[in-house]
């Protein structure tokens, strides 16, 4: 499959990069990642990363599934839905299947697509009780995958990524090491020579973590982190209100840390 051309990034924060952050506050993130390593010795290779935080599954395939169908690019990847389930009482099984709907018209159009599994999050205290969740969805995307012959980035699989290193404070985004392993995954997954290891073990940590500092760690993140998300949800709130994509429109590719971003596009989530 490496001959990529053009790529076409879609989805919610994962994919937009959170919290994978540069020093003006914009972020980085798997995609962008990939797609350096993609655009490596190809001067003609374009790029558009349509991915929004807070953005639910319907809205990714209302707003940017049609951008990505006009634009035909050599590659998409798709990472949705992870904001649907982890909303109580949310059917999986439904999901899954409007996931299917758009991955179905990707492949009808002949775009190949690369898809993104949820991670293990057994690690994770408190958000450890999505894990069967998460694995039910996973269950499901692989038999979209193998129908519509599109590939996965098995992010459940990926051992390094059950080390909390892996998370940023919030529990729901990883870190910029996570983001740079899950990047050469996905490059791995296209076939695509790349310098680095994703399995590299993490170094051994030099302070073994306590229980109460996890203790303190779950009453500081609820606080932080928990609470607000579930204001917002009530409120009908998104992170990503009032915010654009940071790439929309496919283009050459230039690196985020010199790249301008423009005004109201992301900016370090509060």
Request: proline fraction near 7%.
């Amino acid at each position: 499959m490496y001959g990529i051309d053009s790529y076409v990034a879609l989805g919610d924060s994962f994919t937009e990069g959170l919290n994978d952050a540069l020093p003006d506050g914009s972020f980085r993130g798997w995609a962008d990642r990939l797609a350096e390593i993609l655009a490596a010795g190809r001067p003609g290779f374009a790029y558009a990363n349509l991915s929004l935080r807070g953005k639910m599954l319907d809205e990714i395939l209302d707003e940017q599934l049609p951008i990505a169908l006009e634009l035909k690019p050599d590659l998409v990847t798709l990472c949705a839905g992870g904001n649907d389930i982890i909303v109580p009482g949310a059917d999986v099984d439904a999901v899954t299947e409007r996931l299917e709907e758009g991955v179905a018209k990707l492949r009808e159009a002949g775009i190949p697509v690369l898809m993104v599994n949820g991670p293990d999050t057994k690690v994770l205290s408190v958000m450890s009780v999505l894990r069967g969740k998460v694995a039910i969805y996973n269950t499901h995307l692989w038999a979209i995958a193998e129908r519509y012959g599109a590939r996965m980035v098995d992010l459940w699989a990926m051992a390094p990524l059950h080390d909390r290193r892996a998370w940023s404070d919030d529990r729901l985004h990883f870190s910029s090491e996570a983001h740079r392993r899950i990047a050469l995954k996905a490059a791995e997954v296209l076939g695509v020579p790349v310098q680095g290891d994703w399995r590299e073990p993490w170094p051994v940590e030099a302070v073994p973590s306590r229980w109460i500092d996890s203790r303190r760690s779950d009453l500081t993140w609820t606080k932080v982190h928990l609470l607000p998300w579930i204001r917002r949800q009530l409120r009908g709130e998104s992170m990503g209100d009032g915010l654009s994509p940071k790439r929309p429109t496919l283009a050459p590719f230039v690196p985020l840390d010199v790249l301008e971003v423009p005004d109201g596009a992301q900016q370090q989530a509060s």
